[in-house]
């Protein structure tokens, strides 16, 4: 009888999405959210925010990104808290890490996210760069 053999994927990181950044206290910001909602917001590293509204970036809204997490963070519902988001350059993004799922579990086109006006400038580079996560099974 074969046995199939639970699988782990490691979640993404800041180091995974920030590929290099020269001055952390200039390029990150925080930022307040609220989350108002029935459902907790699960935010991987490199998730899109939007500070002009301070909430999460859902799906058809990315050309409204105004920075992105710098690490993992869930928010449940009824919870205010203060996270950092990366909002401007010099720093390198590695593109191919972004979220490809909002909040909600709809889809995110992340090179809409890489070409809103609304990052700072000096902007932030992005770079594709194929994932070197490894999947691991017991």
């Known amino acids: 009888m074969a046995s199939t053999l639970p ?16 001055a952390r206290e200039y390029t990150r910001e925080e930022v307040t959210i609220a989350n108002a909602t029935s459902a907790d917001y699960a935010m991987p590293a490199g998730y899109p925010i939007n500070t002009a ?37 010099p720093a390198v993004i590695n593109q191919d890490a972004l979220p ?24 932030l580079i992005f770079r594709r760069q194929p994932s070197t996560k490894e999947t691991q099974t017991t």
């Open 7 to 22: 699988t782990y994927t490691k979640p993404l990181v800041g180091g995974d999405v920030i590929i290099r950044e020269w």
């Open 53 to 89: 509204t301070s909430k999460p970036v859902l799906t058809t809204a990315e050309a409204n990104t105004y920075g992105f997490t710098v690490e993992p963070v869930t928010i449940v519902a009824g919870e205010t808290r203060t996270i950092a988001i990366i909002v401007r350059g």
């Open 100 to 123: 490809v799922l909002d909040v909600a579990g709809a889809a995110l086109v992340p090179a809409n996210m890489v070409t809103s006006t609304h990052l700072g400038t000096p902007g």
